[in-house]
């Protein structure tokens, strides 16, 4: 049984490096500069860090707890859940505050995605069924995320007639939030529907703009007990509903009974019961948009609409800023930077503490933010505003 979890560790802290196409950096500078830029915001010191969380294929855990040289670290854990595993290092982290081994944990991702290792080779070379996918599926073309759900994407579009177009206007709206957010890589780049549609085919019906940046940079994020944050005195979030879930079939698309059942529905129900919330009390969604068809696929899979209905409540402009369920005010995966996630972690912990400037959302109160991991892991946070 799930540890119920609302309300027991705070948010205190983040931290974010430039984000860019080539940072020049080693990761484990990058993963050092956001883990203390997250503890000068946390209005904390480095030596007070106690536990360490983060994926398992960034900078190793030890390899930071010897470079930040933290005296008193006392856990570490590694997320295994691929795209998720941002919302997954924040669940470790919860449950480090819960059961008492820890009081300040810092979970981070630094990652140089654009001038390191690119989504194929991390994909094929480490992925648990590579095997499989190196047998049954590459001599076929199905080498990369993006081939992959494209298929489940083009499913969509027969069952449910899901159209390019609806496509098209999560990109240029994620590209339109970003023109509001200066540290996003697409700031200051402008996107209209007609030069998405004129873009290279990457895996048809996903086109250029369909899919996620590749990017550099590191993002950090600081959490303690309840008690230490309320002795901090300063803004903090606090995790009000957080649940993991695998898909039916964790390592296999083909020979899955439903391609559009992932582990977001029964990680959302969770979260939502634990935190006594529903979809109407979301004041903002930070949703896991490596495609833009996963944007339309997890506001279903979310509970915001029923199946099939996600394309035409993207058409109907709820997902825009001034929208019913605004989606990724920073711009997001497509439009801000890749870091698996903490990004989005990030800005809805500024949407709560109202430090997202031009692109504030008047009375946020629930950030509802997803993980998307492999072939459909999926992870659910809820964070809550402190009065």
Known sequence: MTPRLAGVAHIVGIGETEYSRASGRSEGSLASEAILRAVADAGLDIGEV??????????????????LRLPELRFTGSAHMSGASSIEALHLAALALHAGVASVVVAYCSRNGSSGPRVAERVEGRSPGRDI??????PYGWTTPAQWFAMVCRR????????????????????????????????GRTLSLAEYHAAPVVAEPFQKYDCCLETDGATAIVLTTVDRARANQRKSVSIEGISMRHAETPDDLVNRPDWFASGI?????????M???????????LL???????????????????????????????IRLDGQIPVNPHGGLLSEAHVLGMNHLAEGVRQLRGEAGERQLDGAKVAAVTGWGGMADGGVALLGRIP
Not at 133 to 138: D, G, K, N, S
Not at 265 to 273: G, K, L, S, V
């Open 288 to 318: 896991y948009d490596c495609f833009t068809f996963e944007v339309i696929h997890q506001l279903e899979e979310m509970g915001f609409c029923a199946p099939g209905e996600g394309g035409r409540l993207v058409e109907s402009g709820a």
């Open 133 to 138: 996918r190196a047998t049954l599926e590459a």
């Open 50 to 67: 106690d536990g360490l969380t983060a994926y398992s294929r960034t900078v190793p855990l030890e390899d930071m707890a010897s470079a």
């Open 156 to 187: 969509h579009m027969i069952e449910f007639g899901t159209t390019k177009d609806q496509l098209g206007l999560v990109a240029t709206t994620m590209r339109e939030h970003a023109q509001l957010n200066p540290k996003a890589l697409m700031y």
């Open 265 to 273: 529905a029964p990680a959302a129900r969770e979260a939502f019961e």
């Open 275 to 285: 935190a006594s919330l529903g979809t109407e009390d979301v004041s903002v969604a």
